[in-house]
Every structure is written in C-alpha cells, then in structure tokens.
C-alpha cells in the first residue's frame, strides 16, 4: 500500500515553515525548532531534521541535533519530540522507525529522545524498537506549570502564604524590574556565574547567550528581565515566549539583598508580562523528579530540598507537572545489553550527571 505521507530528511539551519508548525501545535516546543539547532550550532552541533507532510501540511517531525564527544563518537538528542499532529495517526511509528535510519546512517553511537508532553504512543513505539528509559534528560522531566488565565488576584492566592508575602515585600522594598537588552546580558551571565558556582553546576559562555538572543530576538522568542535595587541589577532572567507558553529558562543572582526578595519580584513581573502578552501559561522549567512524585502524591515535599529551586518554584502554586522520560538507544549491541544490566544506575551517578553536564555547557 503507498504510504500517504512524504517524508523529508533536511540538514538546513533554517526551516521557518517547520517552526510555524511547531509554533501552532499543542506539543510543540522551541527545542524543535530550526531557530534553536542554529543556537546550538555555535557548540558544535549539527542537525537532522525529519519531516512528515501529508498532500496539504506538516503533519510531524523530528529534529536531532548531532556532536562528537571525546571517547564516545557520535551522539545525537531529541529534545521535546517527536512531535506529531493529535489528529493524524500512524505518525509517531513512523518517525520511530526513521530515528534509528539516522542512527544507522551517521554512525550514532548513542541516541537521546525525550518524547513530548502527552505522547503516549511515542514512548511506546520507542520502546519496541530497543530504546530504553535514560536518566540523563534533554529537556526536564517534572516543572511547574502556572496557569495565567485566571485573572492575577487568583493567581496571587494560589501561591504559598510565604510566597505571596516576598512578592508583596519585594515590590515595597525598593525592588524594581525592568526589560533588558542584548547590552545586558554580560550583566544576566555574571549573575548567572554567581548562581552557578554557589550552586555547582557549569554555565553556558556568555558568547551562547549572545547567539540565543541574536536568534530569537528578530522573532520576539527572547525576553530578558533585570531586578534592581538602587540602579544595581540583584537578578536578572532570560526567558523563552513560544506559542502559548512563557517559559523561565534560567535565572542568575548575586546573593545579595535576600530580605528585599528580588528573585520573587522578578518571577512576579514576568508573570504579569506574560499574561499580558496573551501567553496562557508560565513554565518554571525544571524541578527534581522525586519531589514532583511526592507533590502529586500530596507527600510533603523531601527535607534535604526545603532550600533548593524545587521549593521556590513550588511555592508558586503552579500544577506539578511530569513529562514523558527520556530514552536512549546503543548502537552496540554489546553496551546496549550491558546498559540494560546496569547501564540506568550507571547513568544516574554524580559523575557521569557533571560530565554530561560539561558536555553540553561546553
């Protein structure tokens, strides 16, 4: 039987039509799009880019982004995808079957998928062709989701008592937010570079914040926000606007002025940004997996993270959301079946969780 689908393999760089796609889809997310392989290809990375048409549209797709790491080959992720159109099926088999033609074809030694929110049929198809659940994620797996059309009274109520009084004390305090322009983002690293060594993690360059807004920012995708006390910038936060979401990619802070409350000033004035500009939702992008299973399950949250990110973002009184897990698929037969004797416990220790952060920041 002739298949109704076309299907298309691209390297480009740019494919606006593939990202209008992505922009119109319920799953489809700015990792997807062709914009963010031309982020990542000042690392070093290079794209593959599936796409599924039937006689009129883009039904689905997948972009794989490709490197070399030292030791390993080649390896390749798929961050929020495949994606595929709710109403067309037969698509996420499809796009399965032709993700492992590309491992086959570029000599991928190991393959990352991180399926989209509500994509059952994904996962499965997946899962029987020999991919296997990963801790190492390309995109996180629990967040926390604000939901921003209720009106902001409403909003307000359902944060924490502690977390509405710091937004309330963080406006009284002499704490003022303001948009930023790409002049600002050595000010947003160097914040960042504060946050990241009190908390141990490794930054991204100055240099690929730079590329991200020299990308994003002709589209309006790219929002930069500066907290200031007195003229002096405390914290400041890039964030991500895509189809109906605003999504908090990542925050720096100087440490200082703690009792003026800063960060929570700042996550208010975005909020109330967003809502204004029609975004339906507000994503605090990424909390830990174990506290999000213990949230749903109406558990208290974990002692040893009563001071992390996690309990900030959890304070806001967002939904706890948990996606789909990430996948991996071993092209050698070997380590694919010494992987699945104790490859996942493996994976999951400190030191391959930094190297593989190294990787990427690198």
């Known amino acids: 039987m002739t298949s109704p689908f076309a299907v298309q393999v691209s390297h480009r760089l740019d494919d606006p039509e593939w990202d209008t796609f ?3 889809c319920p799953n489809g997310h700015h990792v997807q799009t062709s914009l963010w392989a031309a982020i990542k290809a000042w690392q070093g990375w290079r794209v593959i880019r599936i796409v599924v048409t039937d006689a009129k549209r883009i039904v689905g797709g997948a972009q794989v982004l490709l490197r070399k790491a030292r030791f390993v080959g080649t390896v390749g992720y798929v961050p929020r995808g495949p994606v595929v159109s709710d109403d067309v099926p037969g698509i996420s088999d499809l796009l399965s079957h032709k993700l492992l033609e590309i491992v086959a074809s570029e000599s991928v030694q190991v393959l990352f998928v991180q399926p989209p929110d509500e994509q059952t049929q994904v996962s499965l198809n997946l899962r029987s062709l020999g ?9 996180p797996t629990a967040t926390v989701l604000i939901n921003l059309t209720s009106d902001l009274d409403t909003i307000l109520a ?3 008592k502690g977390m509405r009084n710091s937004v309330r004390q963080g406006e009284r305090r002499g704490i003022v937010v303001r948009e930023g322009t790409e002049d600002d983002i050595p000010t947003f690293h160097r914040l960042l570079t504060n946050t990241a060594q009190r908390r141990g993690f490794s930054p991204f360059a100055e240099e690929y914040f730079t590329q991200m807004w020299r990308v994003l920012n002709p589209h309006g995708y790219i929002k930069l926000f500066l907290a200031e006390f007195e003229g002096t910038a405390v914290s ?7 189809g109906t979401t605003f999504v908090a990619k990542q925050i720096g802070w100087s440490g200082e002025f703690r009792q003026r409350r800063p960060n929570e000033a ?4 975005t909020i109330q940004w967003a809502k204004s500009h029609g975004y339906t939702h507000y994503d605090l992008e990424g909390i830990d997996l174990e506290a999000a299973i213990a949230l749903r399950r109406e558990e208290p949250l974990p002692e040893s993270l009563a001071n992390s990110p996690t309990a900030y973002k959890v304070r806001f009184g967002g939904q706890v959301k948990i996606m789909p897990e990430a996948y991996c698929y071993i092209s050698n037969k070997a380590l694919r ?6 490859g996942f416990w493996l994976a999951k220790q400190p030191f391959v969780q930094n190297a593989v952060s190294r990787f990427r920041a690198s």
């Not at 991919?131 to 995109?139: D, G, K, Y």
């Not at 700042?266 to 004035?269: K, L, P, S, V, Y």
């Not at 079946?337 to 104790?342: E, K, T």
């Open 337 to 342: 079946a010494a992987y699945n004797r104790g």
């Open 236 to 242: 400041a936060q890039i964030g991500i606007a895509f």
């Open 158 to 160: 359902r944060m924490k």
């Open 22 to 24: 992505l922009e119109s």
């Open 131 to 139: 991919f296997r659940p990963s801790p190492i994620e390309t995109a």
């Open 266 to 269: 700042m996550d208010w004035a």
